[in-house]
């Protein structure tokens, strides 16, 4: 029962362009999102989050966007470039409550092609 | 380097035989985090603790499994009689008591041959 979902195993995008991961959630109870970054060998790197009463946060080049209404949420990372390359982990969990682990997605694998 | 740090980094080591991993979390954080990560999976959830006390075990932590924080800071993750379905990466991750964001570690590599 997978509770996180990236149903993009891969994405190829040129440098430059942008890049649009995006992530699906089953729980409705979940109200605070994050991705994370992962190279090989290393681990996962925070990214950037989103607050569930918010719909939209901005870091640099990353923004994610958070669509409660059909459970869904994207980053979005513009202009792509070549170091982005890594897979990119989508994450939930409760906040309100004390029961704060945090739920991952598969993970989508970018490739920024220079 | 103030990050959560993991050692060993890499282990290679016989079916049946225990191995430890250790993980000491950024300093001023008092949640802990186990997780588990295979090749094309994201992490999965295996216990945490708050301080020392550890307040959920997933379902993955099979009774093979045992995860102390003795003191509130580093944790240790034990493994008996490893199989080779254990070869995985083994994530710590640490956060504040009101953080909202979770912060991992390098991550140790476990080969089971």
């Known amino acids: 029962d997978q509770q996180v979902k990236q149903n993009s195993p891969s994405l190829s995008v040129q440098e430059g362009r942008i890049s649009i991961l995006n992530c699906d959630y089953t729980?409705?109870?979940?109200?605070?999102f994050l991705w994370y970054k992962k190279y090989p060998a290393e681990g996962p790197t925070f990214l950037i989050s989103?607050?569930?009463?918010?719909d939209k946060n901005e870091d640099g080049r990353f923004t994610v966007f958070l669509n409660k209404s059909a459970k869904h949420l994207s980053l979005h990372i513009v202009p792509s470039q070549p170091g982005d390359s890594a897979v990119y982990f989508c994450?939930?969990?409760?906040?309100?409550?004390?029961?704060?682990?945090?739920?991952f997605g598969p993970g989508t694998s970018l490739s920024v092609i220079p | 380097d103030t990050g959560v740090s993991q050692n060993p980094r890499h282990k290679i080591t016989k079916r049946g035989q225990n191995v430890t991993f250790r993980c000491d979390p950024i300093?001023?954080?008092?949640?802990l985090y186990w997780y588990r990560q295979t090749l094309g999976q994201g992490p999965e959830f295996l216990t945490y603790?708050?301080?020392?006390?550890?307040?959920?075990k997933s379902r993955l932590l099979s009774d093979r499994f045992s995860a102390e924080r003795p003191k509130g800071s580093f944790s240790t993750l034990e493994i008996q009689r490893t199989e080779q379905g254990d070869s995985a990466m083994y994530l710590c991750?640490?956060?504040?008591?009101?953080?909202?964001?979770?912060?991992f570690g390098e991550g140790s590599w476990l080969t089971v041959v």
């Open positions: 994450a939930a969990s409760v906040m309100k409550t004390s029961y704060d682990k945090v739920i």
């Open positions: 729980n409705s109870m979940f109200d605070y």
């Open positions: 300093s001023e954080h008092n949640r």
């Open positions: 603790f708050q301080n020392e006390a550890q307040l959920e």
């Open positions: 989103i607050s569930s009463i918010k």
């Open positions: 991750a640490s956060s504040l008591f009101d953080g909202n964001t979770i912060y």
